[in-house]
């Protein structure tokens, strides 16, 4: 199996802008099949939200571009759930095979605050 490793974030600003540090102890090693599903995924979402810009600037109906909001929010979700997946079934089982259980739950934890409202 091919791997893909994903570059640590340095940092990441909050909702009210604060700047909070993430690094893993261990790098993040995933498939490259799954990174792809992943960027495939995300790059139709890119592809429908640039159709919704067209269609404000078409000057469309306010409740279709409701609805195109709504479908964008459910794949991104949906993207949302398979990283989480990825994540409990790779990151955090490695974490457990190598004795850093602990800190990966943390950090997962710190992330799910900030992702969930």
Same mark, same amino acid.
């Given at each position: 199996?091919?791997?893909?490793?994903?570059?640590?974030?340095?940092? =990441?600003?909050?909702?009210?802008?604060?700047?909070?540090?993430?690094?893993? $102890?261990?790098?993040?090693?995933?498939?490259?099949?799954?990174? +792809?599903?992943?960027? @495939? +995924?995300?790059? =139709?979402? %890119? $592809?429908?939200? +640039? $159709?919704?810009?067209?269609? !404000? $600037?078409? @000057?469309?109906?306010?409740?279709?571009?409701?609805?195109?909001?709504?479908? !964008?929010?459910?794949?991104?979700?949906?993207?949302? =759930?398979?990283?989480?997946?990825?994540?409990?079934?790779?990151?955090?089982? +490695?974490?457990?095979?190598?004795? @850093?259980?602990?800190? %990966?739950? %943390?950090?997962?934890?710190?992330?799910?605050? =900030?992702?969930?409202?």
């Amino acid at each position: 199996m091919t791997t893909h490793q994903i570059p640590p974030i340095d940092s =990441r600003h909050d909702r009210d802008g604060e700047e909070h540090h993430h690094s893993h $102890g261990a790098p993040h090693v995933h498939s490259e099949a799954s990174l +792809r599903q992943i960027v @495939n +995924r995300l790059s =139709r979402i %890119e $592809g429908h939200i +640039r $159709g919704i810009k067209t269609m !404000v $600037g078409e @000057n469309r109906p306010c409740p279709e571009v409701l609805i195109q909001i709504a479908a !964008v929010r459910g794949a991104i979700d949906r993207v949302a =759930r398979l990283i989480l997946e990825e994540h409990l079934s790779e990151c955090v089982a +490695r974490a457990a095979r190598e004795g @850093n259980i602990a800190t %990966e739950i %943390e950090e997962l934890k710190a992330a799910l605050d =900030r992702f969930l409202p």
